[in-house]
């Protein structure tokens, strides 16, 4: 009976010391408990002031887009009476009492514009440091009066492919904003395939190239769209790929709204995002391997 006694009172020492053992587990557990719900709180908000972000500048690169695309717009606008001249050697104009004087001369006599009024309002070489001898020489940058006149000039200049003056060649084209000009010029190689070919084809405003095929006409948007075209019906052209835009990568970078439910549609009440059910699975299985 004595030892039974012993047994007994061990028993309940040793009850009340697993439960005081168990009562400070759980006082832990809940204070982690806690702390984990208050980190998932903070990621939550952070999550949401991420994705808030990411949607402003998603919508100020969409409108700096646009604002470029205005601005160029304007640009052109402003340039509808300009031509640009190529291929004079620089310093040319030097014997002339001024730029414009020069202008008028060479180009009376090489598109035999006698007795038609021109109307030069100024006339100047491209910004920039002169060209080295064994490069082109800078274009010259010409305003007229009259988009007409300019117009009819132009288009002489293109029936005539340009004229020949002290030996050189000499070409005029419209006076187009530097993002226009720079694709516009890549289509060279395709238009160097198409001009050996002897496929008639036009470059178009802003920066479009419509082909005339055989089996039908073709108006291309951008070189890539032309490159790949040509590279499947068989002509040796490198095919261009578009750079990546700005919104593209933004678009490819930023997060996605994750539901209560995981999903990506919007949150139901009392669903848990789905970072929270992956947290709470970490955590029971972080229970269950300590209790054994």
């Known amino acids: 009976m004595a030892n039974n006694e012993v047994i007994l009172q061990e028993l309940r020492a040793f009850r009340l010391e697993i439960k005081e053992q168990l009562e400070g587990i759980k006082e832990e557990l809940t204070r982690a408990n806690n702390r984990l719900e208050e980190a998932e709180e903070r990621i939550e908000k952070a999550e949401e002031r991420i994705l808030n972000v990411e949607e402003a500048m998603t919508e100020l690169v969409q409108l700096n887009i646009k604002l470029e695309e205005k601005m160029v717009d304007m640009e052109s606008r402003s340039r509808r009476e300009n031509v640009r001249i190529y291929g004079v050697p620089e310093s040319s104009?030097?014997?002339?009492?001024?730029?414009i004087a020069f202008v008028e001369t060479l180009l009376r006599e090489g598109l035999e514009l006698d007795g038609v009024d021109i109307s030069i309002e100024r006339a100047h070489g491209s910004l920039g440091p002169a060209s080295p001898q064994d490069a082109p020489p800078r274009s010259i940058v010409v305003k007229f009066l009259s988009f007409k006149i300019k117009?009819?000039?132009?288009?002489?200049?293109w029936q005539k492919k340009g004229f020949t003056w002290?030996?050189?060649?000499?070409s005029l084209d419209n006076d187009y904003p530097p993002l226009i000009l720079k694709k516009r010029k890549e289509y060279a190689e395709v238009r160097k395939i198409l001009k050996a070919k002897q496929i008639p084809f036009q470059t178009l405003y802003p920066a479009r190239l419509k082909v005339k095929f055989t089996d039908?006409?073709?108006t291309y948007a951008s070189s890539s769209e032309a490159t790949e075209d040509m590279s499947r019906r068989g002509y040796a052209v490198k095919i261009i790929k578009p750079p990546e835009t700005i919104l593209e990568q933004l678009k490819q970078l930023t997060w996605t709204r994750v539901t209560r439910g995981g999903g990506s549609s919007a949150a139901q009440p009392g669903q848990e995002p789905g970072y929270k059910k992956k947290l709470r699975t970490f955590r029971r299985t972080v229970a269950t391997t300590s209790g054994t």
């Open 93 to 99: 104009e030097k014997d002339s009492p001024s730029m």
């Open 216 to 218: 039908g006409e073709i």
């Open 151 to 157: 117009e009819q000039i132009l288009r002489k200049s």
């Open 166 to 170: 002290n030996g050189k060649h000499i």
